[in-house]
Nanobody, 124 residues
């Protein structure tokens, strides 16, 4: 089970921190990712972190501005978003065990692997 929070309305250049609580018996042994979706468009990969928190991956559009981290003791995966841009406006979802091939990350097909989403709106 995943529970995302932390979205809101901010101005361009501001920061937000999203948090995802990942519960479940073996949840700390799997990668967790963040994806986002704009109405009318496909959901896109934003960032992912391996189960130890040792390796992180980012979409080119957020590299250098967003930072993903996890605390397995607290069962949380956070997404620190800095220098936000209007094009970052979307509903952000955390996802459990997203499949990956090389540096490409994909949406989990199991509906149970998704949190409910949190809205991020960045005004210009």
């Amino acid at each position: 089970q995943l529970q995302a929070s932390g979205g809101g309305l901010v101005q361009a250049g501001a920061s937000l921190r999203l948090s995802c609580v990942v519960s479940g018996g073996t949840s700390s042994t799997y990668a967790v990712g963040w994806f986002r979706q704009v109405p009318g468009k496909k959901r896109e990969f934003v960032a992912a972190v391996d189960w130890r928190g040792a390796r992180t991956y980012y979409a080119d559009s957020v590299k250098g501005r967003f930072t993903i981290s996890r605390d397995n003791a607290k069962k949380t995966v956070d997404l620190q978003m800095n220098s936000l841009k209007p094009e970052d406006t979307a509903v952000y979802y955390c996802a459990f065990d997203p499949p990956s091939y090389g540096d490409k990350w994909y949406e989990p097909t199991n509906d149970d692997y998704w949190g409910q989403g949190t809205q991020v709106t960045v005004s210009s």
